[in-house]
């Protein structure tokens, strides 16, 4: 990011509004709906509850009920956002890449894409398909044949809806400036896996 002052302000509570308060609550609970959000991002989001609240509520499919295996799921996020510089989203995701048995190994190949030893042919092409989709904004046809031996059309859908879903928030986040959220946990994860 070029610098780390935020571009959207957090919101006061002073102008929570019934619409923030259910933002917060989609997040985190009813119980959130007074005592707030505990993540700062929330904060931010709420200066547009209308906009964020659906697009919160899509994101929690791909998080919570998406047909993918954790692991794919967390090297995908994990590409993207290395390769987006988003170092909101790659703090956030080594943590919960970590949490689901990611290793450092794991970690360290996300950075170094398709081009990595690190990774069986599988692994190798949905690297390939991160960049073929950021960069290009398509899928070959080589590679979809490939895909399609691994994922049936739900999960194709899962998978592709995920890479250009973090593409996006992670354009956005870069964009407001999102600070991480992490604290000196993340600075201990930054520290050893890098600031994109």
Known sequence: M???????????????????RDLF????????????PKYDIVLQLAQN????????????????????DHRTRELVILRVAWTCRSE????????????????????????????SPH??????????????????YDIPDDLWAALSEHFNPRQLMDLIFTVGNYVMFSAVLNGMRV??????????????????
């Open 49 to 68: 509850p209308e906009l964020t609240i659906p697009f919160l509520e899509y994101n929690k499919h791909l998080m919570f009920f998406s047909s993918l």
């Open 179 to 196: 600070k991480p959220e992490a604290g000196d946990a993340g600075e201990a994860l930054a520290a050893k896996y890098g600031r994109p």
């Open 119 to 136: 990774w069986n042919d599988y692994e190798r092409m949905l690297m390939r398909l991160i960049d073929e989709m950021r960069d290009n």
């Open 2 to 20: 070029a610098d780390d002052t935020r571009r959207i302000p957090l919101l006061p509570r002073e102008q929570w509004t019934e619409k923030a």
């Open 88 to 115: 909101y989203e790659w703090l956030s995701h080594v943590r919960d890449g970590l949490k689901i048995g990611l290793t450092d190994e794991d970690i360290a190949a996300t950075k170094l894409g398709a081009a």
């Open 25 to 36: 609550a989609v997040l985190e609970g009813p119980e959130a709906r007074e005592r707030g």
